[in-house]
């Protein structure tokens, strides 16, 4: 049988790597080699670039085309006096947006078509927002190659051309039903859309070094009391509350640090300054370790004692919740979005209310206070792991979606199924 060719769009430029490269990577290292064969396009290079080619997936790096800014170009339009340049902003705004139009969008339409022709395509799955990049949808209509888009966010609004476009895609994949529920209120069609969970493997999150060689490196000693915030540094992923939350456990522990782990892009440089500056005026550095992007997140998550996962805002799924309960650690996650899809209060965590530190301190004194709570608690996460967010269903989901899509079928909701799926 021949094998059936999917094209893979990874389009993050903000220059790190966050857990949509990881999804991705996982279900292509989990397909049926037999039936799938993969090939992904990046819009940026990515350190995990050799792991996709080791799965024995095809990559190919696209430059992706800027907008032409004519009044940055000739400054002189931007004169609002009377004469000649102001009377021409008008038309050339508009002239502008005629060329930015058919340079991002039209002309990549084109290159996309000629990759998918090339390649002999059967269906492209956009792997980070329905809302982009759009030249691929309108590829597909020309190739009549199936495309399908997982959506990992949760919006508030939803551009026009975004809502235009989604009519042709097959399928929008939400990765919880935070993301699903959101798009139904946003009006999308119910029939497209399909609940299937992040996953990951325990056994590909492997551990690597000793608990000594990273607490080593930070100069910590086996018994501290450790807890961990992990993902890049955003203001909505609520590291302030981690930060301000340390200041009242502080008083019962002592010896307490935190590791914030997560990268930080050109746009969020004001948010990590100001951590900085909270972090000083609070007197904690001492107690506050920013390790900036880590390769061995795995090592360092082993360490902790705790993980806490602190969204302000409605968290999409929460990868690295999954990564805590891999490792058996407790979570404190806030009480917002899909973590209360994966956190069970009480058994495998604590959930408390977004934006709160007192309300985090009081969690985190209270597992520190009962150590046997804190394996417990543990444990239970990784039982829960393994039989609700398991790489085995989120890659039988996924791949049954693509069967039923190239088949002409009608695809089943995974959400109505049996199970939480994957």
Known sequence: MQKKRILYVESNVDGTVGGSHFSLLFL???RNKNIYEPMVV????????????????????????????????????KKTSHGLPAKLIVPLTIIQKAINYFSTFVLPSFKCWSIIK????????????????????????????????????INN?????AIFWARYLSAIVCISDAVKNNLLNKGFSKDKLFRIYNALDAEKFPVHKTKKEVLEEF???????????????????????????????????????????????????YYFDRLKAITKNESLEDFIIFTGPRRDVPDLVNCLTILVHASIEPEPFGRTLLEGMALRKPIISTRIGAPLEIVIDGRTGILVSPGNPQEMAMATLKLLADHRLVEKMGAAGYERLIKEFSLRKNVELTENLYGAILSGMKANDPTATAGCGT
Do not use: M
């Open 157 to 161: 609004h939803f551009p026009t051309q």
């Open 42 to 77: 990046f819009y940026q290079h990515n350190y995990l670039i050799p792991r996709y080619e080791k799965a024995g997936c095809k990559v190919s790096l696209i430059k992706k085309c800027q907008p032409l800014n004519i009044f940055e170009i000739f400054p002189a339009l």
């Open 118 to 153: 090339k390649e002999k395509i059967d269906l492209i799955h956009l792997n980070n927002t329905l809302c982009r990049p759009q030249e691929w949808i309108l590829a597909s209509i020309f190739s009549k190659a199936k495309v399908i888009a997982h959506e990992r966010g």
């Open 28 to 30: 292509i290292e989990g």
């Open 219 to 269: 100069r910590l000693t086996n018994g501290q009391p450790l807890i961990g915030i992990v993902g890049n540094v955003k203001e909505w992923k609520g590291q302030e509350t981690v930060i301000r939350a340390l200041k009242y456990v502080r008083n019962d522990y002592p010896d307490i640090r935190c590791l914030i782990i997560g990268d930080v892009s050109s746009n969020d440089q």
